[in-house]
């Protein structure tokens, strides 16, 4: 079996990897959208999470239909990691219903998809503003609802899809419209390193890596465990995690203050919140939390001020010094 580059050992890139901690903590953040550079480790950290993850139960993973409990065994299976093509079909995407063996058979004939293969794991899709906008918005749908229906001529097939949702893309290379981006729960932005001694350590960890992967990976097993630890804690902690009103009216005055537009800002800065402050083994929100995930759960949900110069960044990070005093 393949070994993955260890999680713990990307260098730098601290925002992309605390919102994926997130997402992996509470799959209803929504997914993560990542902006950058081509090279920065997108895709490896998304695959080495996943790998890092403990296996889940087979009959939670993959395709059953709707309705249909699927069978109970002590089977285990790593944790889906689905990369989706920038060509993908539609029908390769949620499945393919076969009609003339439905018609001549009278058998629902379904070929599972990519969405049947992420269930229970990650869909990952590299340069998602180069998709088709109807694609997106199908998937985006699905990961919402965590079921994928597929209705060809009357003929309908329903079965769980959920997934974490993780996209991709270079905005020089085309915007994604903000309808769609907005239904993303957290944005992150990544970039190249300026700073000599990171880049340096990223190759010396590539190079050993390429070299001897099980050695190199067994050099961080120590802090792998240690992260895996952190998810595990998160997720038996979220649910009794509280968000006092304060928390929430914080939330809901930094929406207002940057001027994002609907509740969906509001719904993600709670959640995500929350989760972080799960990671962190914190019975409640504070606004420290609130403070650092709210460019990730807010950037992308801004409209450009005509007379404001600054970034998205830069607008909620000044929104913040107002709201919460040092």
Partial sequence: MRVSFPFSAIVGQDEMKLALLIAAVDARIGGVMVFGDRGTGKSTAVRALAALLPPIPAAEAGYHPAGEAPVRSKATTPVPFVDLPLGATEDRVVGALDLERALGAGVKAFEPGLLARANGGFLYIDEVNLLEDHIVDLLLDVAASGENVVEREGLSV?????????????????????????????????????????????????????????????????????????????????????????????????????????????????????????????????????????????????????????????????????????
């Fill in 158 to 326: 329903r079965h769980p899809a959920r997934f974490v949702l993780v996209g991709s893309g270079n905005p020089e290379e085309g915007e994604l419209r903000p309808q769609l981006l907005d239904r993303f729960g957290l944005s992150v932005e990544v970039r190249t390193p300026q700073v000599l001694a990171e880049r340096v350590e990223i190759l010396k960890r590539c190079d050993a890596f390429e070299r001897t992967p099980d050695a190199f990976a067994a050099t961080w097993t120590k802090a792998e465990r240690k992260t895996l630890k952190r998810i595990a804690h998160g997720r038996a902690a979220l649910v009794s995690v509280a968000v006092p009103d304060a928390v929430l009216g914080l939330a809901s005055r930094l929406c207002i203050a940057v001027g994002a537009d609907g509740l969906r800002g509001e719904l993600t800065l709670m959640r995500a919140g929350r989760a972080l402050a799960a990671l962190d083994g914190d019975t409640a929100v504070g606004p420290g939390h609130i403070r650092q995930v709210a460019p990730m759960a807010l950037r992308h949900r801004l409209r450009r001020g005509v007379l404001d110069e600054t970034g998205s960044t830069a607008r909620i990070e000044r929104a913040l010094d107002d709201l919460i005093p040092a």
